[in-house]
T-cell receptor, first 115, second 112 residues
């Protein structure tokens, strides 16, 4: 039972490089999310996709783009990485349009370092 | 000032102790109050939630919301070393079901 799978688990980028973080869920959830987690800051929402075919900005979208490829997959792209984007990135999914009662299921995270 | 404040800890207690973890918040419109547990190098997992005020119990865990004081608590009875983790509180504003507001987390260490 895989749940939410993120790739890669670790990545080191040079400033200015681009990369795409991949996320896939096998729970048939409608909504998917990308968060970043920094020390002392808690989780901050970057982008979310309420349902297949829609994406919306969260709290900290600058420097990122997303694609909801299909119901299972939601990718996050950094076009020109900056040291400020060094963080742990989490993908999550939930069943009913972000209903907080049902909670979100998280992947194991991608640890990204930009040098 | 952050909307949700949480002491980062670490909070270190002996096995078997009662643990109290807390969050304060500033937005009186928050409706759902959630507690997530995050083990080292893992993603958060939903532990329990409450709606509006009151208490909710699940095994050794009790979640409490005091809306008049804008204060929520998670109590862990008979704490075990396996409870060692970071505990994150999260809250939902009424105008968005997608954007939870998160505390920064409290690191809990249960000493055998």
């Amino acid at each position: 039972n895989a749940g939410v799978t993120q790739t890669p688990k670790f990545q080191v980028l040079k400033t200015g490089q681009s990369m795409t973080l991949q996320c896939a869920q096998d729970m048939n959830h409608n909504s998917m999310y990308w968060y970043r987690q920094d020390p002392g800051m808690g989780l901050r929402l970057i982008y979310y996709s309420a349902s297949e075919g829609t994406t919306d900005k969260g709290e900290v979208p600058n420097g990122y783009n997303v694609s909801r490829l299909n119901k299972r997959e939601f990718s996050l792209r950094l076009e020109s990485a900056a040291p400020s984007q060094t963080s742990v990135y989490f993908c999550a999914s939930s069943e009913h349009g972000g209903d907080p009662v049902l909670g979100a299921f998280f992947g194991q995270g991608t640890r990204l370092t930009v040098v | 000032q952050k909307e949700v404040e949480q002491d980062p800890g670490p909070l270190s207690v002996p096995e078997g102790a009662i643990v109290s973890l807390n969050c304060t918040y500033s937005n009186s419109a928050f409706q759902y109050f959630m507690w997530y547990r995050q083990y080292s190098r893992k993603g958060p997992e939903l532990l329990m939630y409450t709606y509006s005020s009151g208490n909710k119990e699940d095994g050794r865990f009790t979640a409490q919301v005091d809306k008049s004081s804008k204060y929520i608590s998670l109590f862990i009875r008979d704490s075990q070393p396996s409870d060692s983790a970071t505990y994150l509180c999260a809250m939902s504003p009424p105008d968005s079901n997608y954007q939870l507001i998160w505390g920064a987390g409290t690191k809990l260490i249960i000493k055998p």
